[in-house]
Protein backbone atom coordinates (compact mmCIF):
# COMPACT_ATOMS: atom_id res chain seq x y z
CA UNK A 1 0.00 0.00 0.00
CA UNK A 2 3.43 2.19 0.37
CA UNK A 3 1.31 3.97 3.02
CA UNK A 4 3.86 3.72 5.20
CA UNK A 5 6.32 5.71 3.18
CA UNK A 6 3.46 8.92 4.65
CA UNK A 7 4.63 10.75 7.66
CA UNK A 8 1.49 12.01 9.86
CA UNK A 9 2.40 15.44 9.81
CA UNK A 10 2.02 15.62 5.88
CA UNK A 11 -1.31 13.37 6.13
CA UNK A 12 -3.22 15.59 8.26
CA UNK A 13 -1.79 18.68 6.23
CA UNK A 14 -3.52 17.04 3.08
CA UNK A 15 -6.69 16.66 5.15
CA UNK A 16 -6.91 20.08 5.68
CA UNK A 17 -6.30 20.99 2.23
CA UNK A 18 -8.80 19.14 1.24
CA UNK A 19 -11.26 20.53 3.78
CA UNK A 20 -11.57 17.18 5.62
CA UNK A 21 -12.52 18.78 9.18
CA UNK A 22 -16.27 16.93 9.99
CA UNK A 23 -15.62 14.04 11.37
CA UNK A 24 -19.03 12.93 11.52
CA UNK A 25 -19.56 13.56 7.57
CA UNK A 26 -19.64 11.10 4.58
CA UNK A 27 -17.47 11.59 1.79
CA UNK A 28 -18.01 9.60 -1.45
CA UNK A 29 -15.64 7.53 -3.58
CA UNK A 30 -14.69 10.84 -6.00
CA UNK A 31 -13.58 12.84 -2.52
CA UNK A 32 -11.42 10.07 -0.97
CA UNK A 33 -9.74 9.43 -4.39
CA UNK A 34 -8.62 12.92 -5.34
CA UNK A 35 -7.54 12.76 -1.70
CA UNK A 36 -5.59 9.95 -2.18
CA UNK A 37 -4.57 11.07 -5.30
CA UNK A 38 -2.57 14.01 -3.24
CA UNK A 39 -1.22 11.81 -1.46
CA UNK A 40 0.84 9.47 -3.73
CA UNK A 41 1.46 12.43 -5.90
CA UNK A 42 3.39 14.01 -3.12
CA UNK A 43 4.66 10.77 -2.32
CA UNK A 44 5.94 10.01 -5.85
CA UNK A 45 8.59 13.04 -5.87
CA UNK A 46 10.48 12.10 -2.98
CA UNK A 47 10.27 8.11 -4.24
CA UNK A 48 10.28 7.93 -7.62
CA UNK A 49 10.76 4.57 -8.67
CA UNK A 50 8.93 3.26 -5.87
CA UNK A 51 5.42 4.76 -6.67
CA UNK A 52 2.74 4.24 -9.43
CA UNK A 53 0.00 7.06 -8.56
CA UNK A 54 -3.13 5.59 -10.34
CA UNK A 55 -1.96 1.99 -9.26
CA UNK A 56 -1.22 3.25 -5.43
CA UNK A 57 -4.62 5.06 -5.55
CA UNK A 58 -6.70 2.40 -6.65
CA UNK A 59 -5.54 0.14 -4.15
CA UNK A 60 -5.70 2.49 -1.47
CA UNK A 61 -8.98 3.05 -2.09
CA UNK A 62 -9.86 -0.62 -2.49
CA UNK A 63 -8.24 -1.26 1.06
CA UNK A 64 -10.24 1.77 2.52
CA UNK A 65 -14.03 0.46 0.89
CA UNK A 66 -13.00 -3.34 2.16
CA UNK A 67 -12.45 -1.82 5.51
CA UNK A 68 -14.58 0.94 5.98
CA UNK A 69 -17.13 0.35 3.64
CA UNK A 70 -17.85 -3.15 2.97
CA UNK A 71 -21.91 -3.01 2.17
CA UNK A 72 -20.22 -0.52 -0.67
CA UNK A 73 -22.49 2.32 -0.25
CA UNK A 74 -19.48 4.38 -1.76
CA UNK A 75 -19.17 6.71 0.96
CA UNK A 76 -17.07 6.25 4.27
CA UNK A 77 -17.21 8.44 7.18
CA UNK A 78 -14.44 11.23 7.30
CA UNK A 79 -13.28 10.25 10.87
CA UNK A 80 -13.07 6.68 9.26
CA UNK A 81 -10.66 7.71 6.53
CA UNK A 82 -8.68 9.61 8.53
CA UNK A 83 -7.91 6.84 11.02
CA UNK A 84 -7.30 4.26 8.59
CA UNK A 85 -4.20 5.96 6.89
CA UNK A 86 -3.13 7.44 9.84
CA UNK A 87 -3.03 4.13 11.73
CA UNK A 88 -0.70 3.09 8.96
CA UNK A 89 1.47 5.57 8.33
CA UNK A 90 5.05 6.18 9.16
CA UNK A 91 6.37 7.77 12.67
CA UNK A 92 7.01 6.95 16.41
CA UNK A 93 4.27 5.36 17.58
CA UNK A 94 3.66 7.87 20.36
CA UNK A 95 3.36 10.52 17.76
CA UNK A 96 0.82 8.32 15.97
CA UNK A 97 -1.58 7.98 19.55
CA UNK A 98 -0.96 11.73 19.85
CA UNK A 99 -1.98 12.81 16.07
CA UNK A 100 -5.15 10.05 16.33
CA UNK A 101 -6.67 11.58 19.66
CA UNK A 102 -6.16 15.16 18.41
CA UNK A 103 -8.61 13.56 15.20
CA UNK A 104 -11.04 12.83 17.59
CA UNK A 105 -10.97 15.16 20.22
CA UNK A 106 -12.92 18.06 20.40
CA UNK A 107 -11.42 21.88 20.13
CA UNK A 108 -10.92 21.51 24.03
CA UNK A 109 -8.49 19.08 23.55
CA UNK A 110 -10.07 16.60 25.72
CA UNK A 111 -11.83 13.53 24.28
CA UNK A 112 -15.47 11.77 26.08
CA UNK A 113 -16.44 8.31 26.13
CA UNK A 114 -18.52 8.45 22.95
CA UNK A 115 -15.35 10.29 20.77
CA UNK A 116 -12.85 7.52 22.02
CA UNK A 117 -15.24 4.83 21.43
CA UNK A 118 -15.09 6.15 17.62
CA UNK A 119 -11.75 6.05 17.52
CA UNK A 120 -11.14 2.61 18.80
CA UNK A 121 -13.59 1.00 16.81
CA UNK A 122 -11.99 2.90 13.62
CA UNK A 123 -9.05 1.06 14.39
CA UNK A 124 -10.08 -1.94 15.08
CA UNK A 125 -11.88 -2.28 11.47
CA UNK A 126 -8.16 -2.59 10.21
CA UNK A 127 -7.69 -6.06 12.08
CA UNK A 128 -11.52 -6.69 11.78
CA UNK A 129 -10.93 -6.76 7.80
CA UNK A 130 -8.28 -9.40 8.13
CA UNK A 131 -10.95 -11.58 9.77
CA UNK A 132 -8.44 -11.29 12.92
CA UNK A 133 -10.96 -9.05 15.20
CA UNK A 134 -11.85 -12.42 17.89
CA UNK A 135 -7.99 -12.01 19.21
CA UNK A 136 -7.88 -8.51 20.10
CA UNK A 137 -11.54 -8.86 22.11
CA UNK A 138 -13.83 -9.16 19.33
CA UNK A 139 -15.55 -5.90 18.18
CA UNK A 140 -17.14 -5.07 21.20
CA UNK A 141 -15.62 -1.80 22.17
CA UNK A 142 -17.71 -0.60 25.06
CA UNK A 143 -14.59 -2.90 27.24
CA UNK A 144 -12.21 -1.08 26.15
CA UNK A 145 -13.71 2.51 26.37
CA UNK A 146 -14.61 1.41 30.08
CA UNK A 147 -11.41 0.10 30.94
CA UNK A 148 -9.52 3.57 29.67
CA UNK A 149 -11.92 5.47 31.47
CA UNK A 150 -11.41 3.15 34.61
CA UNK A 151 -7.80 4.05 34.76
CA UNK A 152 -8.52 7.67 34.54
CA UNK A 153 -11.07 7.32 37.73
CA UNK A 154 -14.11 8.10 35.70
CA UNK A 155 -13.82 11.33 34.83
CA UNK A 156 -15.81 12.55 32.27
CA UNK A 157 -12.98 13.78 29.67
CA UNK A 158 -9.43 12.26 29.48
CA UNK A 159 -6.55 14.62 28.26
CA UNK A 160 -3.85 12.84 25.20
CA UNK A 161 -1.75 12.12 28.13
CA UNK A 162 -4.04 9.62 29.89
CA UNK A 163 -4.72 8.79 26.68
CA UNK A 164 -0.95 7.96 26.01
CA UNK A 165 -0.59 6.40 29.10
CA UNK A 166 -2.96 3.91 28.66
CA UNK A 167 -1.97 2.82 25.02
CA UNK A 168 1.32 2.07 26.75
CA UNK A 169 -0.10 -0.47 28.47
CA UNK A 170 -1.43 -2.04 25.19
CA UNK A 171 -4.93 -2.66 25.34
CA UNK A 172 -5.99 -6.09 24.02
CA UNK A 173 -8.23 -4.10 21.74
CA UNK A 174 -5.34 -1.75 20.29
CA UNK A 175 -2.29 -4.26 20.51
CA UNK A 176 -1.79 -5.10 17.14
CA UNK A 177 -0.74 -1.51 16.27
CA UNK A 178 2.44 -1.46 18.30
CA UNK A 179 2.90 -4.99 17.33
CA UNK A 180 2.66 -3.78 13.87
CA UNK A 181 5.62 -1.10 14.61
CA UNK A 182 7.61 -3.70 16.59
CA UNK A 183 7.29 -6.36 13.40
CA UNK A 184 8.39 -3.01 11.24
CA UNK A 185 11.06 -2.20 13.29
CA UNK A 186 12.77 -6.34 13.46
CA UNK A 187 12.49 -6.90 9.90
CA UNK A 188 15.67 -5.40 9.34
CA UNK A 189 17.22 -5.46 13.15
CA UNK A 190 20.84 -7.04 13.19
CA UNK A 191 21.81 -8.08 16.95
CA UNK A 192 25.47 -8.91 17.78
CA UNK A 193 24.33 -11.98 19.79
CA UNK A 194 24.36 -15.49 18.58
CA UNK A 195 21.25 -17.72 18.80
CA UNK A 196 21.79 -20.26 21.82
CA UNK A 197 19.45 -23.06 19.81
CA UNK A 198 20.18 -22.36 16.63
CA UNK A 199 23.64 -20.52 16.61
CA UNK A 200 22.48 -17.72 14.09
CA UNK A 201 24.27 -14.84 14.18
CA UNK A 202 23.80 -11.91 14.31
CA UNK A 203 20.23 -12.80 15.22
CA UNK A 204 18.34 -10.56 12.39
CA UNK A 205 14.85 -10.05 13.04
CA UNK A 206 13.41 -10.31 16.95
CA UNK A 207 15.84 -11.22 19.51
CA UNK A 208 14.54 -12.76 22.52
CA UNK A 209 17.06 -12.71 26.07
CA UNK A 210 16.32 -14.53 28.85
CA UNK A 211 15.84 -12.78 32.18
CA UNK A 212 16.44 -16.59 34.29
CA UNK A 213 20.18 -17.53 32.21
CA UNK A 214 23.09 -14.90 31.41
CA UNK A 215 23.98 -14.93 28.02
CA UNK A 216 20.99 -16.91 26.95
CA UNK A 217 19.61 -15.21 23.39
CA UNK A 218 17.13 -16.93 21.07
CA UNK A 219 16.58 -15.91 17.25
CA UNK A 220 12.60 -15.21 16.81
CA UNK A 221 12.16 -18.44 14.59
CA UNK A 222 13.62 -20.87 17.86
CA UNK A 223 11.19 -18.13 20.12
CA UNK A 224 7.96 -18.89 18.01
CA UNK A 225 8.63 -22.83 17.59
CA UNK A 226 9.10 -23.00 21.13
CA UNK A 227 12.66 -24.40 21.28
CA UNK A 228 14.93 -24.58 24.28
CA UNK A 229 18.45 -25.54 25.27
CA UNK A 230 20.47 -25.62 28.76
CA UNK A 231 17.44 -26.14 30.68
CA UNK A 232 15.57 -23.39 29.71
CA UNK A 233 12.18 -23.38 30.56
CA UNK A 234 9.52 -22.04 28.25
CA UNK A 235 7.69 -20.26 31.16
CA UNK A 236 11.06 -18.26 32.32
CA UNK A 237 10.61 -14.64 31.59
CA UNK A 238 12.33 -13.12 28.57
CA UNK A 239 12.62 -9.57 26.95
CA UNK A 240 11.65 -9.02 23.12
CA UNK A 241 13.97 -6.71 21.24
CA UNK A 242 12.73 -5.41 18.09
CA UNK A 243 16.22 -3.02 17.63
CA UNK A 244 19.56 -3.75 18.83
CA UNK A 245 20.42 -3.09 22.70
CA UNK A 246 21.84 -0.06 23.85
CA UNK A 247 24.42 -0.58 26.97
CA UNK A 248 22.21 0.49 29.41
CA UNK A 249 19.49 -1.90 28.52
CA UNK A 250 22.34 -4.70 29.42
CA UNK A 251 22.91 -3.51 32.87
CA UNK A 252 19.10 -3.09 33.34
CA UNK A 253 18.73 -6.76 31.85
CA UNK A 254 21.54 -8.05 33.87
CA UNK A 255 20.61 -6.81 37.09
CA UNK A 256 17.09 -8.97 36.29
CA UNK A 257 18.61 -11.85 35.77
CA UNK A 258 20.34 -11.85 39.00
CA UNK A 259 17.15 -11.37 40.77
CA UNK A 260 15.52 -14.09 38.92
CA UNK A 261 17.91 -16.24 39.87
CA UNK A 262 17.29 -16.10 43.44
CA UNK A 263 12.91 -16.20 42.65
CA UNK A 264 11.63 -19.80 42.78
CA UNK A 265 9.33 -21.00 40.36
CA UNK A 266 6.22 -20.84 42.12
CA UNK A 267 6.92 -16.94 41.47
CA UNK A 268 6.84 -17.41 37.53
CA UNK A 269 3.87 -19.32 38.10
CA UNK A 270 2.27 -16.35 40.30
CA UNK A 271 3.22 -13.53 38.00
CA UNK A 272 2.35 -15.14 34.69
CA UNK A 273 3.58 -12.59 32.01
CA UNK A 274 0.90 -10.74 29.94
CA UNK A 275 2.53 -8.82 27.20
CA UNK A 276 -0.72 -6.52 27.02
CA UNK A 277 -3.54 -5.26 29.34
CA UNK A 278 -6.38 -7.74 29.11
CA UNK A 279 -9.66 -6.21 28.51
CA UNK A 280 -12.98 -8.46 29.94
CA UNK A 281 -13.16 -11.14 27.47
CA UNK A 282 -13.89 -14.86 26.71
CA UNK A 283 -10.16 -16.01 26.17
CA UNK A 284 -7.27 -14.89 28.63
CA UNK A 285 -4.67 -16.65 27.12
CA UNK A 286 -1.78 -17.33 29.97
CA UNK A 287 -3.53 -16.37 33.02
CA UNK A 288 -6.13 -19.16 32.16
CA UNK A 289 -3.75 -21.80 30.69
CA UNK A 290 -1.74 -21.48 34.08
CA UNK A 291 -5.00 -21.58 36.35
CA UNK A 292 -5.91 -24.94 34.23
CA UNK A 293 -3.19 -26.93 34.51
CA UNK A 294 -2.90 -26.01 38.17
CA UNK A 295 -6.47 -27.16 38.22
CA UNK A 296 -5.53 -30.62 35.74
CA UNK A 297 -2.25 -31.02 38.55
CA UNK A 298 -4.90 -31.12 41.46
CA UNK A 299 -7.67 -33.27 40.15
CA UNK A 300 -4.67 -35.68 38.87
CA UNK A 301 -3.73 -35.73 42.67
CA UNK A 302 -6.77 -35.74 43.71
CA UNK A 303 -7.88 -38.91 41.53
CA UNK A 304 -4.65 -41.01 42.31
CA UNK A 305 -5.09 -40.43 46.17
CA UNK A 306 -8.61 -42.07 45.96
CA UNK A 307 -7.48 -44.72 43.79
CA UNK A 308 -5.15 -46.05 46.04
CA UNK A 309 -6.77 -45.85 49.36
CA UNK A 310 -8.55 -48.51 49.22
CA UNK A 311 -6.08 -51.22 47.96
CA UNK A 312 -4.29 -49.87 51.28
CA UNK A 313 -6.72 -50.71 53.31
CA UNK A 314 -6.32 -54.67 54.57
CA UNK A 315 -8.45 -56.75 52.40
CA UNK A 316 -11.59 -57.64 54.05
CA UNK A 317 -12.97 -61.43 52.96
CA UNK A 318 -16.71 -60.21 53.55
CA UNK A 319 -17.56 -57.08 51.31
CA UNK A 320 -19.41 -55.32 53.68
CA UNK A 321 -22.81 -53.17 52.88
CA UNK A 322 -21.38 -50.28 53.53
CA UNK A 323 -17.90 -50.77 51.85
CA UNK A 324 -20.00 -51.51 48.81
CA UNK A 325 -21.95 -48.00 48.79
CA UNK A 326 -18.50 -46.38 49.34
CA UNK A 327 -17.13 -47.91 46.18
CA UNK A 328 -20.00 -47.18 44.33
CA UNK A 329 -19.42 -43.34 45.42
CA UNK A 330 -16.20 -43.80 44.60
CA UNK A 331 -16.73 -45.05 41.19
CA UNK A 332 -19.39 -42.11 40.36
CA UNK A 333 -16.85 -39.83 41.22
CA UNK A 334 -13.74 -41.19 39.18
CA UNK A 335 -16.51 -40.85 36.68
CA UNK A 336 -17.11 -37.68 37.22
CA UNK A 337 -13.59 -36.57 37.32
CA UNK A 338 -13.04 -38.37 33.78
CA UNK A 339 -15.22 -35.87 32.71
CA UNK A 340 -14.21 -33.06 33.84
CA UNK A 341 -10.60 -34.09 32.77
CA UNK A 342 -12.12 -34.38 29.30
CA UNK A 343 -13.60 -30.54 29.33
CA UNK A 344 -10.24 -29.18 30.88
CA UNK A 345 -8.36 -31.32 28.15
CA UNK A 346 -11.12 -29.64 25.08
CA UNK A 347 -9.81 -26.01 26.59
CA UNK A 348 -6.51 -26.51 26.64
CA UNK A 349 -6.42 -27.65 22.67
CA UNK A 350 -8.62 -24.48 21.99
CA UNK A 351 -6.01 -22.40 23.89
CA UNK A 352 -3.87 -24.35 21.66
CA UNK A 353 -5.51 -23.27 18.77
CA UNK A 354 -5.58 -19.61 20.14
CA UNK A 355 -2.00 -19.73 20.17
CA UNK A 356 -1.62 -20.91 16.41
CA UNK A 357 -4.10 -18.38 15.47
CA UNK A 358 -1.85 -15.87 17.40
CA UNK A 359 1.31 -17.12 15.15
CA UNK A 360 -0.64 -16.69 11.92
CA UNK A 361 -2.25 -12.95 13.02
CA UNK A 362 1.77 -12.25 13.30
CA UNK A 363 2.15 -13.54 9.81
CA UNK A 364 -0.55 -11.58 8.02
CA UNK A 365 0.37 -8.58 9.50
CA UNK A 366 4.12 -9.32 8.46
CA UNK A 367 2.56 -9.74 4.81
CA UNK A 368 0.51 -6.44 4.95
CA UNK A 369 3.38 -5.04 5.85
CA UNK A 370 5.30 -5.65 2.89
CA UNK A 371 2.29 -4.90 0.31
ZN1 LIG B 1 17.63 -19.78 16.53
Redesign the pocket.
Known amino acids: LLVDLLDLNTTSEIFKQHKLSQNDQLVGVQDVISCLTTIYSGLEEKYKDLVNVPLCVDMCLNWLLNVYDSGRTGKIRVQSLKIGLMSLSKGLLEEKYRYLFKEVAGPTEMCDQRQLGLLLHDAIQIPRQLGEVAAFGGSNIEPSVRSCFQQNHNKPEITVKQFIDWMRLEPQSMVWLPVLHRVAAAETAKHQAK ?6 CP ?1 VGFRYRSLKHFNYD ?2 Q ?2 FFSG ?1 TAKGHKLHYPMVEYCIPTTSGEDVRDFTKVLKNKFRSKKYFAKHPRLGYLPVQTVLEGDNLETSLQIEYEQLKEQHLRRGISPLASPPDSVVSPQHASEDAELIAEAKLLRQHKGRLEARMQILEDHNKQLESQLHRLRQLLEQ
Open positions: CNICKEIVCSCR
